[in-house]
């Protein structure tokens, strides 16, 4: 089949279905089912048979706003390609600011030596600090069992399994020791929003790792109180925050003795990750 009249029938299939990037996605989604680079796919005028049908499967099952990342079974993020599947959120280019909010506050790649990601996910989190931190080994948890096995294929798809582990949890509740560095991407969408949320990320991705309370804030409450058992001396913890929750959750920090080192914005200008430590003095004082 023609490319031409392919790409031209699924940009409008697309667009028609609230897509706002039809054409883009359209192109993307035939270099997958070709198995073709974009400077591939520039270079050929006829498309396969096989490959048009798997095209026209995908264009159809993201017409009804499956997100492209469930449909081609992947995701990047950082400098890693991870699976993905409806067990977790997809990573999102936002989360990116928590690693370069860590690497400004951790220097020293050789230093850190032990990671937590709680609500790991796809473990984008802890595969991107264990890439960037050679020395350290990481625990990623998640609640969802399927998550926490796909956490730990993405580590082995990435070269990094024989520093990371993962297992299904309720947060720190199994977790002992204490860590370099706290990671956590939590639920903190305010539970009144979630019927108002993009269809993309209403039907397809998983609603407790989205639905924050009613206040948005609920996972934050149990992150703050538990991070002074977690942190090891001079660690620190990264966590991201929706739009608008900053003096918020660094309220609730404050009160379990924690202080804000910096609260980085994203590239969206939306203040997205808080960096926390626990301070000697508070402790002294709380002990």
Not at 166 to 175: E, K, L, M, Q, S
Request: with cysteine.
């Amino acid at each position: 089949m023609r490319k031409i009249n392919l790409l031209e029938q699924a940009r409008e299939r697309l667009f028609q279905a609230g897509i706002e990037e039809a054409a883009s996605e359209a192109r993307l989604l035939l270099c997958w089912a070709c198995g073709w680079t974009r400077m591939e796919l520039m270079q050929r005028d006829e498309i396969p048979d096989d490959a048009a049908e798997k095209f026209q499967a995908a264009i159809q099952r993201r017409s009804q706003r499956e997100p492209v990342a469930f449909i081609i079974g992947e995701q990047g993020f950082w400098t890693l390609d991870l699976y993905v599947s409806p067990e977790t959120l997809i990573p999102r280019g936002d989360s990116e600011t928590l690693l370069e909010a860590l690497l400004d506050h951790r220097r020293d790649r050789q230093a850190v030596r032990s990671v937590l990601d709680l609500g790991t996910g796809t473990g984008c989190l802890l595969l991107a600090a264990l890439s960037e931190y050679p020395q350290a080994w990481g625990l990623g948890v998640d609640i969802a069992p399927a998550a926490a096995a796909l956490a730990q294929q993405n580590a082995r798809r990435n070269g990094l399994s024989d520093r990371a582990d993962f297992i299904a949890g309720d947060w720190d509740a199994a977790v002992r020791g204490r860590f370099d560095v706290v990671l956590s991407n939590p639920p903190y969408i305010e539970h009144a929003e979630m019927a108002r949320l993009m269809p993309d990320v209403a039907v397809y991705e998983p609603h407790r790792a989205l639905d924050g309370g009613d206040d948005g804030l609920t996972a934050y409450r149990i992150l703050c109180k538990s991070l002074p058992r977690l942190l090891a001396e001079d660690g620190c913890a990264v966590l991201e925050l929706g739009i608008g929750q900053a003096q918020a959750v660094t309220a609730l920090a404050a009160e379990e003795g924690l202080t804000v080192l910096e609260c980085r914005k994203d590239l969206g200008g939306v203040e997205r990750a808080l960096v926390l430590a626990f301070s000697k003095e508070s402790s002294w004082l709380m002990g």
